[in-house]
């Protein structure tokens, strides 16, 4: 389960054990994710869902898909009102902004509308919308709140939508408690203890173990990783293995496959496809990998954290507020640099254990579920009191 979806669990999963709402999710398909649903008995109605954005690629294919989309929308939209339109729906929460159809389903039952903005749809992906412009910012300057999951998607909204109301709330991962911003000498020298443990644990190792969860896809940038590592290779650093978590594009892991080959990589990287028990890999990683050039937020930038270790990540998108250069981790801009932040990851124990500490004291202060959570409570609270 991708970052989207998992946010949306652990939301939908929160909401119902406040006891303040009752929460009915709409979900295109029965799987892991009704599964959960059942077991805490929350209630859902699977009906399909149609992006109301697509990839651009060319005008004839996409003019062939729009024709289809629009209708297929417009007959979801027919379906969700008939179901809905005596349930009394407060609030629509709709979880990303390539659906539009929540926004939709509002505008026709009376309702607010609050809309989660979780990426770049056009910048990561190249997509664009099936309806007019002018409709599309009609429906966002609609919408009660538009969330956003972190102040880079924030300024990005605002620009292309400024008569939307756009507020931030970063999503959270479960945390065992958080941090206090102030430190006592005991917990400082606790820490000190945990990074002397991370040492011990990082010295032992014969490679430095890098880990990369995500989609394949070229937005997440796996290619640099791998070309990285071919840098390291020249450089007769081969004391590293770079594990790839996911699936995704078929076609873009047989290029990832074909780089890996053409360097002789193949004892250094390994493309493990979907990997149900992550847990594993962060305990089994030494340090956390993310490459995107447009990452809305990164659940797995702060699982890497909240695990323990240091992360490299991409100087842009969300993931410098996330990562503390320096101090949690390492941002760079080009090849050479993420070459270069693993190679002194990878020569450095100490350094690397010592960001690996600050950084999840970072995570559990910044980035929890419960402050997530109580966030978007008091944005369900003020659009039911503007209801009113």
Known sequence: MYGANRALLDLVLGVKASGEYEPVVVIPAEGDFTDI????????????????????????????????????IARETDILYEHFKDAGIDIIHSNSSVIGTGAL??????????????????EHYGMRYFYPGDRVAELYGKAKC???????VSDNCK??????????????????????????????????????KEDHKRSDRE???FLYTGYLFPAKHQLDVIKAAALLKKKNKTGFHITFAGDGDPAYRKKLEACIRKNGLEDNVTISGFVKDVKRLLA??????????????????????LAGLPVIGRRSGATPEIVSDGESGI???????????????????????????????????????TDNLTQIMQVYDNGNKEKD
């Open 331 to 369: 941002l760079y801009d080009d090849i050479n640099g993420l070459a270069d932040a693993m190679n002194r990851l990878m020569d450095d124990k100490k350094l690397a254990g010592e960001m690996g500490v600050k950084g999840e004291k970072r995570a559990k202060a910044l980035f929890t579920d």
């Open 159 to 196: 620009k292309k939508y400024p008569d939307a109301k756009v507020i931030r709330v970063y999503d959270g991962v479960a945390a065992d408690k958080k941090v206090p911003e102030e430190e006592t000498e005991n917990k400082k020298a606790s820490e000190t203890e945990t990074s002397d």
């Open 284 to 305: 089994e990683a030494d340090v956390g990998i993310i490459a995107s050039e447009y990452e809305g937020f990164g659940l797995v930038t702060v699982e890497y954290m």
């Open 207 to 209: 490679k430095t173990e």
């Open 37 to 72: 649903l059942k077991s805490k008995g929350i209630d859902f109605f699977i009906c399909g869902i149609t992006q109301w954005q697509a990839v651009f690629r060319e005008p004839v294919s996409f003019a062939l898909k729009k024709r289809k989309r629009l209708a297929a």
């Open 105 to 122: 389903l509002a505008e026709r039952l009376g309702c607010a509308h609050i809309w989660h903005i979780r990426e770049f749809a056009r």
């Open 146 to 152: 538009l969330i956003a999951i972190s102040d880079a």
